[in-house]
């Protein structure tokens, strides 16, 4: 067993400061082409949650040069109203991403809503066409959740290549894009999901452990293999003494006893998806510019791309 002091705790603040300090420095380069990077936020009723991400991403926006416009509607807006704003928001050239808050009220389609708007704009990778483009490898926008996981990896692994990594849960959000994601990193990748037999056998044998599954403190030091990785994407609220806590799914202090390296709740992936969603919208207002997609473009200005 490990003695909990020699756990790496991943540092999800740190490395999203990095990541939004990149992003600081591309805006700027942009900039020097007259190019304004512009992100517009959707925000349909007044969700409490809902609301605190979107006052997040939009405090995060202004400190990184990129231009947000918010746009919060009311709970009884149309699902006609709202594809008419986004049929605007992907006409109108000043605009290079957006994103539509989730979940969004009963009497609208989440599917068709993400679907409408533009792939080259879809900053969240929700797409179907930035999906499929994920699936096979092409230069897309990818949901920022994985993305995010995946430079808290690299960033304590380094090379992935032969790791075997086990996604918990298999959402369209997390679960799906988090095992493609560390297929094209050249790892061997298992999923495991409600209907999976021998689960926790299943998991055990993992270098690399992505928790998505929505159930808090699911799994602890039993279904882990001793020295791996655990990334926690699980964002639960627990009434624990009378007082409400944020926990993960996976039971931190029963991990520590055996993993190598764990991100905390919060303060591990939480901050990684809101700076990915910042470096989606460079990676967006690159993708509208042919001219700053080519590789001799991006030679002469190396400061435009985001590692």
Not at 269 to 286: D, E, R, Y
């Amino acid at each position: 067993m490990n003695s909990p002091s020699s756990v790496t705790i991943i540092d999800g603040k740190a490395a999203a400061a990095r990541v939004l300090n990149d992003v600081r420095d591309a805006v700027s380069a942009l900039k020097e082409y007259d190019l304004h990077p512009a992100l517009a936020v959707v925000l349909v009723g007044h969700d409490p949650a809902s609301q605190v991400y979107v006052r997040n991403k939009v405090l995060r926006a202004e400190e990184t040069g990129i231009r947000s416009v918010e746009h919060k509607l009311t709970v009884d807006t149309t699902e006609a109203e709202l594809l008419d704003l986004i049929a605007g928001l992907n006409a109108d050239p000043a605009i290079n991403g957006i994103l539509v808050q989730l979940p969004l009220p009963a009497h609208i389609d989440e599917n068709r809503v993400l679907q409408a708007i533009d792939p080259l704009k879809d900053v969240d990778g929700f797409h179907s066409e930035n999906v499929g483009g994920l699936s096979q490898g092409r230069d897309v926008l990818t949901p920022c959740t994985p993305s995010g996981c995946m430079h808290l990896l690299h960033d304590t692994l380094g090379d992935l290549n032969g790791k075997h990594a086990v996604v918990v849960g298999r959402s369209n959000i997390v679960g799906k894009p988090m095992a493609a994601l560390l297929l094209q990193a050249n790892c061997t990748v298992t999923v495991l999901h409600s209907r999976s037999v021998n689960a926790r056998e299943l998991c055990r044998q993992a270098d690399i452990v992505v928790a998505a599954v929505g159930r808090p403190r699911m799994l602890d030091a039993s279904w882990l293999k001793p020295g791996s990785v655990v990334i926690d994407v699980g964002i639960n609220r627990i009434d624990e003494g009378g007082k409400t806590r944020l926990v993960g799914d996976v039971d931190f202090d029963s991990a520590l006893s055996v993993v190598s390296a764990i991100t905390p709740v919060p303060g591990g992936v939480g901050p990684m998806t809101i700076a990915l969603l910042m470096k989606n919208t460079v990676s967006a207002t690159q993708l509208q510019q042919p001219a700053l997609s080519t590789h001799s473009t991006r030679a002469e200005a190396p400061c435009l791309s985001i590692s």
